[in-house]
């Protein structure tokens, strides 16, 4: 009766894993899951884990690498559409 949640939502954890052990008639686990930031939420875990006597386990997951190549912002002065058409609206050359 596994429970595997983020670091930061421990707190749903142990009394998942309590509900499944209950239901399957098998010990309590949980596993954390963290970037290695949030040592903090593991403890408190672990503290509650300890006092219902639920196995705990941490598997630090690298974080992702972000997409860095954002799209070219369209200006308020130019929109594009796929038909090519140009209009003068406003003192603004929109392209359509």
Known sequence: AVEVEWARKWKEAPGQALLYSIQTHRHPAVILLSHGDDDIYIQRCQAVCLRAGIRMYVQRVPKPVE?????????????????????TCCSYRLVI
């Open 67 to 87: 997409n860095r190549i954002a799209p070219k912002p369209v200006g308020p002065k130019q929109l594009v559409a796929p038909q090519s058409a140009a209009v």
